[in-house]
């Protein structure tokens, strides 16, 4: 069965300073994983995936997210955090069980917050 | 190329009623897929379509149901609702590259029930 945490409800950082959300999965396959971003009031933007290709992917707006197997984490990190960084994040875990239909579960979301 | 439209954008209905959203997907995308968001659940999956058959299905009771038809629209419709289905339902298209889904969002449809 495949499961998805993200180990933070809520990060918060200062304008400029790195920003590291954190997720881990479970996967009975070889996954592919996803950072989501949602702003308020809005639908959900795709900012990376991993589809087992290169373990450093890098997404829009200067996030990057690296998949380490041994640790099953997939977590988010940009160097420098700017105000328009505020939203909520989603992690998600898609699985092909079979050759009809992927599985996809979504993280519980970390909202992040950014101080002047 | 156009995004994920959602229509309508919001909706007020009372106990009891029915309802039904409609989702056009990315040109080309024969995949779409229904999501429930609200504060204390989350994102949950409803179900989801390809080529017109329902392909997957979430944890939802009957009262919640989809089609897609040939031009992949898809449209979901809740009877018979409760002050528990107000949520943001978000629609999401896909695209099969390789093994993996990559999935593009509609703005969602919030709805209220009152």
């Known amino acids: 069965a495949q499961s998805v945490t993200q180990l933070d409800s809520h990060v918060s950082v200062s304008e400029g300073t790195p920003v590291l959300l954190r997720c881990n999965y479970s996967?009975?396959?070889?996954?592919?994983l996803f950072w989501y971003v949602q702003h308020p009031n809005k639908g959900l933007q795709l900012l990376l995936k991993?589809?087992?290709?290169?373990?450093l992917v890098k997404g829009i707006n200067g996030f990057e997210a690296e998949f380490k197997k041994s640790e099953t984490s997939f977590h988010l990190t940009k160097p420098s955090a700017h105000m328009s960084d505020a939203a909520e994040y989603f992690c998600v875990v898609s699985d092909r069980e079979d050759s009809s239909a992927s599985k996809i579960i979504f993280g519980s979301g970390t909202r992040l917050s950014i101080r002047p | 190329k156009a995004g994920v439209t959602q229509t309508p954008r919001y909706l007020i209905k009372t106990r009891g009623q029915q309802v039904t959203l409609s989702c056009s997907p990315i040109s080309g995308h024969r995949s779409v897929s229904w999501y429930q968001q609200t504060p204390g659940q989350g994102l949950q999956f409803l179900f989801e379509?390809?080529?017109?058959?329902?392909?997957n299905k979430g944890n939802f009771p009957g009262r919640f149901s989809g089609r897609q038809f040939s031009n992949s629209r898809s449209e979901m419709n809740v009877s018979t609702l409760e002050l528990g289905d107000s949520a943001l339902y978000l629609c999401a298209s896909s695209l099969f590259i390789g093994l993996s889904y990559e999935q593009y969002f509609g703005p969602g449809t919030r709805l209220t029930v009152t």
């Open positions: 379509y390809f080529s017109e058959t329902q392909r």
């Open positions: 996967s009975s396959y070889s996954p592919s």
């Open positions: 991993y589809t087992s290709a290169a373990t």
